[in-house]
C-alpha cells in the first residue's frame, strides 16, 4: 500500500471537498477516505481507497493506519454543534474519545493530526470582537466543550508525547458541493439554495446575528497549509483562529439581492441555535495565523455570493 493520508469524516461537508483536494494534489491513491457509513460514488470520493471506519473504535483506526502505511490523519469526523445538543453522550463519544483514540493511534504510528476546531470552543465570557488568539475559553454547549476538550488533547499529546499535532478554529463554512449537517451556522449555505430556488428563506437566526464565516476553499486552503507549514514556526500550532468574513444573515441577504433581484427574507427563530450562535464570537482576531504560516483567505461576501448563486444555479437548471 502506498497511501499515507486518512481523512475521517470524508463524506462530511468538509471532508467530501478535502478528500477530492488532497487526492488531486498527492494522487488517488495516496488518500485514504474513511466514514462511519459506506461512501457514495456520488461524492467523487470513490477514485481512491475507501473505508467504513468508526472512530470510536480504537482497535479500526490502527488497523487503517497499519494496513495503508498512514502518516497525516485529517480527522473530520465529528458531531455537530446542534445535534450534539440533542444528544451530549453522542457529541462527547465520537468528538471527544473518538480524538482520542485517533491521538492515540497517531502517537504509536508516528503520525501527525489535523484536528477542526471552532468558534464554538468560546463562550460568553470571551471577548466577542477580535476574539484573541489566547483569551478565556468558557463554551456553554456540548459541541463547544468537546472542542475546547479537543484543543487541550492536541496540546498534551504534543508536548508529552510529541505527536504533530495541528488545528484551526474554523467558522462557519459555505459551500455549494455538500449539505451541512446539523450546525448553528446552516443557514449560510441553506440561504443560498433557498435564494435560488424560491426567492425567500426563513432563517432560524436573528438579522443581526454576527457570526464569522468562510468561502470551502479557503477553509481547505487552511487545513493544507497549515500542515505543510514549518513546524518550528508554529507556536499556536492546535487551535488558531481563522475567519474571512463576519455576516449577520442581513448582511447576507442584502447580499443575495444584487444577484436575484426580489429574493425576501423571514425569520423564524430557532431558540436552541440562537442560544448557541449568541454565546459565540462576533469576530476573531486571526493575526496569529497570518504571522506564523501566512494565513491569507482569497473570499470576502461579494466573492462568495457571487460563486455561490453561479454554482448553485448551474445544480438546479
Not at 494534489?25 to 495516496?30: I, K, N, R
Not at 470513490?46 to 480527522?75: C, E, F, M, Q, W
Not at 464565516?213 to 514556526?233: C, F, H, Q, S, V
Request: include cysteine; proline fraction near 5%; glycine fraction near 8%.
Amino acid at each position: 500500500m502506498n497511501s499515507n493520508i486518512l481523512v475521517t469524516g470524508a463524506a462530511g461537508q468538509i471532508g467530501t471537498e478535502l478528500t477530492r483536494t488532497l487526492r488531486s494534489l498527492y494522487g488517488d491513491s495516496s488518500v485514504v477516505a474513511a466514514d462511519y457509513k459506506p461512501i457514495s460514488t456520488s461524492k467523487n470520493t470513490s477514485a481512491g481507497p475507501t473505508v467504513i471506519l468508526d472512530v470510536a473504535n480504537a482497535a479500526d483506526i490502527a488497523g487503517v493506519v497499519k494496513k495503508y502505511g498512514i502518516r497525516t490523519i485529517y480527522h473530520l469526523a465529528g458531531v455537530l454543534s446542534a445535534v450534539a445538543e440533542k444528544n451530549p453522550q453522542l457529541a462527547w463519544n465520537i468528538n471527544v474519545n473518538g480524538l482520542k483514540n485517533i491521538l492515540e493511534t497517531a502517537c504509536q504510528n508516528s503520525c501527525a493530526v489535523f484536528f477542526p476546531s471552532s468558534i464554538g470552543a468560546f463562550g460568553p465570557g470571551s471577548p466577542a470582537d477580535n476574539t484573541p488568539q489566547v483569551t478565556i475559553q468558557r463554551p456553554t454547549s456540548i459541541y463547544g466543550i468537546t472542542k475546547l476538550t479537543g484543543e487541550l488533547l492536541c496540546e498534551y499529546y504534543y508536548k508529552k508525547f510529541g505527536v504533530d499535532t495541528r488545528g484551526l478554529r474554523f467558522p462557519g463554512i459555505i459551500s455549494y458541493e455538500t449539505l451541512p449537517g446539523g450546525g448553528t451556522t446552516d443557514y449560510a449555505v441553506d440561504i443560498f439554495y433557498s435564494a435560488v430556488a424560491k426567492k425567500t428563506y426563513s432563517c432560524f437566526l436573528q438579522a443581526d446575528t454576527a457570526l464569522d464565516m468562510m468561502y470551502m476553499p479557503d477553509a481547505l486552503t487552511a487545513a493544507i497549509d497549515l500542515m505543510e507549514a514549518d513546524g518550528t514556526k508554529l507556536i499556536h500550532r492546535n487551535a488558531y483562529n481563522i475567519t474571512a468574513m463576519s455576516l449577520t444573515p442581513a448582511m447576507l441577504a442584502r447580499e443575495i439581492t444584487k444577484h436575484i433581484p426580489g429574493f425576501s427574507i423571514t425569520y423564524s427563530i430557532d431558540p436552541v441555535r440562537q442560544q448557541i450562535a449568541d454565546s459565540w464570537p462576533n469576530k476573531l482576531d486571526d493575526n496569529a495565523a497570518r504571522k506564523e504560516w501566512g494565513w491569507n483567505p482569497q473570499y470576502g461576501l461579494a466573492e462568495m455570493t457571487k460563486d455561490m448563486i453561479t454554482h448553485i444555479s448551474a445544480k438546479q437548471t
